[in-house]
C-alpha cells in the first residue's frame, strides 16, 4: 500500500512538472513565431523600399506595422533623447534620437544611431543636424520597455533628455510638440548623419533562433521526467 501511495505521488509530481514544462516549450514557440513574423515582415519591406510620406508615422491602424519612408524637413531646436540600457556588440550604450520637423506631417523622432557610455555612465552631447534635410528609412514601433517602469529625466544643461523607453505622452510635454506619433523612423545606415546603427527592430531581445534553443530545452526536460519517472516505476526492487 505504501509503495502504490509512493507511485501515484510520484506520478502526479511527474505530471504538473511534465505540464510545466510543456507549456513554458509552448510559450517559447510562441515568441519565437512572433518574432520570425516581425523580422519577415520588416524583411519585405526592406526588399521593396517603396517610400511613403513621413506622415505614414501617425497612422494609427499602423502602429504595430514597419513601412519605408522619406520626406524633407529639418530637425527641431529641441532636447535629444538618449534612450539607456542599449547594448550593441556587448558595449553599453544608449541609442540617440532627435524631434524631426518635416514639410508635410507631424513631428517625429528620429534615430540617429547608437553611442557608448564610459565608465561614470556621463550621457553623450548629441550635436542637431543643420539645416533641411532628406531623410528615409524605416517607420517602426520604439523598443520594447520590458517590465520595468519607464522612466523620464532631463538634463538641462546638456540639453537631452534620459529615458529607458519611448513613452509618446511623456516624451511630447519634454520636448514641446502636442503629440507624436507611435512610431519612429530608424534612419537609413547609409545616410551621412548619425552615429552607428542598423535597422535591427528587435535590439537586446531574444532572437527566434534563441527562443527555438530555449523551447527544446523545455520540452527536453519534459522528456527527461518522464523517463525518470518510468524507470523509478519499472525498475525491479533490489532483494
Do not use: C
Request: overall charge positive; cysteine-free; aromatic content about 6%.
Amino acid at each position: 500500500m505504501r509503495l502504490r501511495h509512493g507511485r501515484l505521488l510520484g506520478w502526479t509530481l511527474a505530471l504538473l512538472a511534465m505540464v510545466l514544462f510543456g507549456a513554458l516549450g509552448r510559450w517559447q514557440l510562441g515568441r519565437m513565431h512572433e518574432k520570425q513574423a516581425v523580422l519577415d515582415a520588416v524583411s519585405r519591406v526592406l526588399e521593396a523600399r517603396a517610400p511613403l510620406s513621413l506622415a505614414a508615422a501617425g497612422e494609427a491602424g499602423r502602429a504595430s506595422g514597419f513601412d519605408w519612408a522619406a520626406g524633407r524637413g529639418a530637425f527641431a531646436d529641441a532636447p535629444a533623447v538618449l534612450l539607456d540600457n542599449q547594448q550593441r556588440d556587448g558595449r553599453p550604450g544608449v541609442r540617440a534620437y532627435r524631434l524631426f520637423e518635416p514639410d508635410a506631417g507631424p513631428p517625429l523622432l528620429v534615430e540617429l544611431g547608437w553611442l557608448p557610455l564610459p565608465g561614470d555612465r556621463a550621457m553623450p552631447a548629441v550635436d542637431r543636424p543643420q539645416g533641411p534635410l532628406d531623410v528615409q528609412g524605416l517607420l517602426a514601433p520604439p523598443p520594447s520597455a520590458g517590465i520595468g517602469r519607464a522612466r523620464l529625466a532631463a538634463e538641462p544643461g546638456r540639453g537631452v533628455v534620459v529615458v529607458t523607453a519611448l513613452d509618446a505622452g511623456g516624451l511630447a510635454a519634454a520636448l514641446g510638440v502636442p503629440a507624436l506619433p507611435p512610431r519612429v523612423l530608424k534612419l537609413d545606415p547609409g545616410l551621412p548623419l548619425g552615429f552607428a546603427r542598423d535597422l535591427d527592430v528587435l535590439p537586446n531581445t531574444l532572437s527566434p533562433q534563441q527562443h527555438l534553443g530555449y523551447a527544446v530545452q523545455w520540452f527536453g526536460l519534459a522528456l527527461a521526467v518522464l523517463a525518470t519517472a518510468l524507470v523509478l516505476t519499472f525498475r525491479r526492487p533490489r532483494r
